[in-house]
């Protein structure tokens, strides 16, 4: 096997030459799930060195994750996490920018050849063949993108008391399930154990730093898997993981295990674990 299919890992222990393919795989989050008897929520993040998640768009609508650090292997790796969800968290702003052809579908291992490998992983274990889908806005102010709203997959919605119900029964009729919080804000408890009442056990956020926050603030996060790129690259507005308010408590994370890939700009994979 080439370096360049190849990562060395640093932690828990020093191996050379481990695949590259099956890395996150082998983390068996359902098992972890399963373990707990409780969601197993995890987020993902690639960052540069400098902890710059996202950069303005160059048509001025919005962020983006940079060219300069977003990568093949990384992507693989975010596939692999995903594949093993029960539900994937997004955002209305995902659905603004799928609408609007700025975002592609979250898991793409049916639709690309470089994840051929992992085609048949979900149905060997019984699972639908797309992890459910779910949307944290309280605003609803989001369209349902044809191909959810045609398709088989779970769609829910998740919002606040002070949503607009009119707008609620309207996702309702576009074949999305909505669910409504006792508070004017959802919250990260709130959301994992309605999340729990509907069969999710394995939780995935693919969502961004306020989401992050979100999960964090109420001690629902288990781990973080975080890819940082040896590149520096700057600019303003500066975006990070977290965005949100000083945390009242703050979250303890402990090392779980780290990778060096020297493919590129070199990069070390991450995985840290909530310390309670």
């Given amino acids: ?6 990562v060395t890992q640093l932690y828990p222990q020093l191996r050379h030459d481990l695949p590259l393919a099956g890395l996150y795989l082998d983390h068996d989050l359902r098992r972890q799930a399963e373990r707990v008897r409780q969601p197993f929520v995890v987020a993902n993040f690639v960052t540069s060195l400098d902890g710059r998640i996202a950069v303005p768009r160059d048509d001025g609508k919005g962020l983006a994750v940079p060219e300069s650090t977003a990568n093949d292997r990384d992507w693989r790796l975010f596939q692999e996490l995903a594949i093993q969800a029960d539900v994937i968290i997004s955002s209305g702003r995902y659905l603004r920018d799928y609408a609007a052809g700025r975002a592609q579908e979250i898991l793409r291992v049916y ?31 989001f369209p349902i993108p ?11 919605v998740f919002t606040g008391a002070g949503a607009d119900p009119a707008r609620v029964r309207e996702l309702e009729r ?38 992050l926050h979100m999960l964090l603030a109420g001690q629902v996060l288990e781990r973080l898997y975080l890819t940082m790129v040896g590149r520096l690259i700057g600019g303003a507005p500066y975006a990070g993981i977290v965005d949100g308010a000083l945390l009242d408590t703050p979250v303890d994370m402990r090392l779980h295990s780290m990778y060096h890939d020297i493919a590129g700009a070199g990069q070390l994979f991450m995985c840290y674990e909530r310390q309670d």
């Fill in 1 to 6: 096997m080439s370096d360049e299919q190849c």
């Fill in 111 to 141: 639709d690309d050849p470089r994840f051929e490998d992992l085609h048949g992983w979900r149905a060997d274990r019984g699972l639908p063949p797309q992890p459910a889908l779910a949307v944290i806005s309280n605003s609803l102010d």
């Fill in 146 to 156: 044809p191909v959810l709203a045609q398709g088989s997959r779970d769609l829910v």
């Fill in 174 to 211: 576009q074949s999305s399930r909505v669910i409504v919080a006792d508070e004017e804000q959802v919250t990260g408890r709130w959301l994992v154990e309605a999340m729990a009442t509907l069969g999710y056990q394995t939780i995935y956020s693919a969502a961004g730093p306020r989401v």
